[in-house]
């Protein structure tokens, strides 16, 4: 593996998750420039731009969403034995 220590993973998910998800909407935007020939040149520049956006704000905002989503929820309650 790469060797990065594991109280690093919040930022090594942060990296991924806007690399996946800015890839994602970049060929979305581009997927009309496929006639043209001109997809993948246009995907490439959409998509730096896009995840070097969108890294901060995962970086930043996927804990508090985590945390968020943890107060809109409850406790799963476990089942009984006692049926």
Known sequence: ML???RRYSHFLFAVMQ???TSAIAAA????NLLAQSMFLRHWLQSWLLAWLLMLPVVTVFAPLLNRFSVLLTQPDRLKSNAG
């Open 3 to 5: 060797g990065i220590p």
């Open 28 to 31: 979305t935007a581009s997927v």
């Open 18 to 20: 806007a690399a996946l």
